[in-house]
């Protein structure tokens, strides 16, 4: 049975269109998102009794990972706000 020939024709899949790989990529950001923001919000939660300086490098990578993740589904010419 294996190795398989190659299946007729008629049964290939048809080719991989330009629509399909953007909603392909606009998923994979979408998760993405998510993801970032779900380990900020977790950051965030884990460390509520900071000292003054790991506060600021906290908050800076908390912020940047909340900017990254808005960016990740802005178009340009399209704003979040």
Same mark, same amino acid.
């Given at each position: 049975m294996w190795p #398989?020939?190659?299946?007729?024709?008629?049964?290939?899949?048809?080719p991989v269109t330009d629509e399909m790989m953007d909603a392909v990529r606009a998923a994979r950001e979408k998760g993405l998102q998510n993801d970032?923001?779900?380990?900020?919000q #977790?950051?965030?939660a884990e460390a509520p009794d900071r000292s003054s300086e790991f506060n600021a490098g906290i908050d800076w990578a908390l912020l940047w990972l909340e900017n990254t993740a808005r960016q990740l589904t802005e178009r340009p010419g399209q704003s979040s706000e």
């Open positions: #398989r020939k190659n299946p007729p024709a008629s049964s290939q899949m048809p970032l923001l779900v380990l900020a #977790r950051l965030r």
